[in-house]
């Protein structure tokens, strides 16, 4: 079974940033997924194994940055200029394929989810 451990999140004030972590037991292509209250679950970014390439909601594009360190696999999301419409529980995801990485059914293992608040 493969744990994904987040780190990070918490209160920020709108304009500031917040970097989220996630440690995987393994090799996969990762990525991170938000839900703001009665809201839909939101694809926000994702990252292939080898990290060569990067995806990203247009919500969070040249805001948001994900990168990753295959040496113990964890990947980072720096998250820059944030608004209150980031406030959301974000979800750290990983699979081992890649290909895709853009959608809620490309993902078998999910995170328990960090809480971000974005005050305004």
């Known amino acids: 079974q493969v744990q994904l451990v987040e780190f990070g999140g918490g209160l920020v004030q709108a304009g500031g940033s917040l970097r989220l972590s996630c440690e995987a037991s393994?090799?996969?292509?990762m990525g991170w997924f938000r839900q703001a209250p009665g809201k839909e679950m939101q694809f926000v970014s994702a990252?292939?194994?080898?990290?060569?390439?990067?995806y990203y909601a247009d919500s969070v594009r040249g805001r948001f940055t994900i990168s990753r360190d295959s040496a113990d696999n964890t990947v980072s999301l720096q998250m820059n200029s944030l608004k209150a419409e980031d406030t959301a529980v974000y979800y750290c995801?990983?699979?081992?394929?890649?290909?895709?990485?853009?959608?809620?059914?490309?993902?078998?293992?999910w995170g328990l989810g960090t809480q971000v608040t974005v005050s305004s």
């Open positions: 995801v990983a699979t081992p394929r890649d290909y895709g990485l853009s959608f809620r059914v490309d993902y078998d293992f």
């Open positions: 393994g090799s996969y292509a």
């Open positions: 990252i292939s194994r080898s990290g060569s390439n990067t």
